[in-house]
């Protein structure tokens, strides 16, 4: 009970910084030259339906909280929010990072999301893709992250409960290729040569790698694939293969 009410404190000093400005004021702020796609995301998705969970436990754990001081937490774009089965949410500034660099070079047809979580990236992405379909592992997780979807009206995504790579094998024909692949879970970073065959011609893959990098793949075409490293400084929770 005491951990969890300083580290709320702590995270009360960071959003302090950011008082005053919208959560997509801040990500314009903090990330220049983000695409005006993404900025539009994060202003017609409210983070605070996808973060129930948190809110649960703030007035648990912390009685004397104000609705002012949770919101302010919600709506910073570096704080990363506890979420069901032990997880995080993604800070919101490197979401929009990830989807920046995830940018097909081609049309924004079908993205694909493995690690969904709360469902919240899938809602972000879905306002900028003509369809998304986002796998999550843990059962409960993704049927709340579903619930989630349907209270933000979102219509063109689906969250799956399923293991991201096993489902891929037995969808792709069906429902891929994918002009973006966002990962939101850390694997080694040879993973990425298991992923790129499921991207389209100009699809792009985002993932986080064991190591704290973040990488990007780009399709250039059937053959040619581009490999790049964003940064070196991310923190995910390992993902599971199988």
């Known amino acids: 009970m005491g951990s969890f009410a300083e580290s ?13 400005k919208t959560l997509p004021d801040q990500i314009r702020m903090m990330h220049t030259g983000i695409d005006s796609r993404i900025y539009a995301a994060f202003s017609q998705i409210d983070r605070k339906l996808f973060v129930g969970p948190f809110i649960q436990t703030v007035s648990q754990y912390v009685p ?26 993604s800070q919101p500034l490197l979401m929009a ?26 809602a972000l992405l879905s306002k900028f893709y003509d369809h998304v379909y986002g796998v ?9 992250a579903n619930a989630n979807l349907k209270a933000a009206n979102i219509g063109n995504a689906d969250i ?20 973006t692949i966002i990962v939101s879970a850390a694997f080694p970073e040879d993973v990425y040569s298991k992923l790129v065959p499921y991207l389209s011609i100009g699809g792009r893959l985002v993932m986080p790698t064991i190591t704290s990098k973040l990488i990007r793949c780009t399709r250039k075409d059937e053959k040619n694939i581009m490999w790049e490293e964003i940064r070196s400084d991310v923190d995910f929770v390992n993902g599971k293969m199988k």
């Open 8 to 20: 709320f404190a702590k995270l009360l000093k960071i959003a302090e910084a950011f008082r005053g």
């Open 97 to 122: 990072e990830m989807y920046q660099n995830g940018l097909p070079v081609g049309a924004c047809t079908k993205a694909l999301e493995i690690g969904a979580g709360c469902g919240y990236g899938t």
């Open 160 to 179: 799956i409960h399923d293991n991201g790579f096993k489902w891929m094998k037995k969808n792709v024909i069906k429902l891929g290729p994918f002009d």
């Open 136 to 144: 999550e592992i843990d059962k409960n997780l993704a049927r709340q």
């Open 64 to 89: 004397y909280a104000t609705r002012e001081q949770i919101d302010s937490l919600i709506y910073c774009c570096g704080i990363a929010l506890p979420i069901e089965a032990q997880l995080n949410t």
